[in-house]
């Protein structure tokens, strides 16, 4: 069974800086991709920055600059640090993996349950 588990989220005033982690944990053989995205209420999920098994980065236009993506291939993390944070920024942050479980012969997108980051003005 695979599991991504996201922590980090919290409650930052505008300005300041946050740091989330994302765990991918289970029987896995490979892992392609992992990105955050985000949802605010009321609106659609979308991308804030994915990183490949090769280090290529992707950022959404309204956190570049801000929002760093990194990985740690040996631990099956990756970590979102976020600084400059504006009350846009509030969302549930969400990490997804793309991979292929041990076993398996294709690869699938794989979700955690979410992370609250509230950015107070």
């Known amino acids: 069974q695979v599991q991504v588990v996201e922590s980090g989220g919290s409650l930052v005033q505008t300005g300041g800086s946050l740091r989330l982690s994302c765990t991918v944990s289970g029987s896995i053989d490979s892992i392609n991709v992992m990105a955050w995205f985000r949802q605010a209420p009321g609106k659609e999920r979308m991308l804030v920055a994915s990183?490949?098994?090769?280090?290529?980065?992707t950022y959404g236009d309204s956190v570049k600059g801000r929002f760093t993506i990194s990985r740690d291939t040996a631990k099956n993390t990756a970590y979102l640090q976020m600084n400059s944070l504006k009350p846009e920024d509030t969302a549930i942050y969400y990490c997804n993996a793309y991979l292929r479980p041990t076993g398996s012969y294709s690869f699938n997108d794989y979700w955690g349950q979410g992370t609250q980051v509230t950015v107070s003005s």
């Open positions: 990183i490949t098994n090769s280090g290529r980065t």
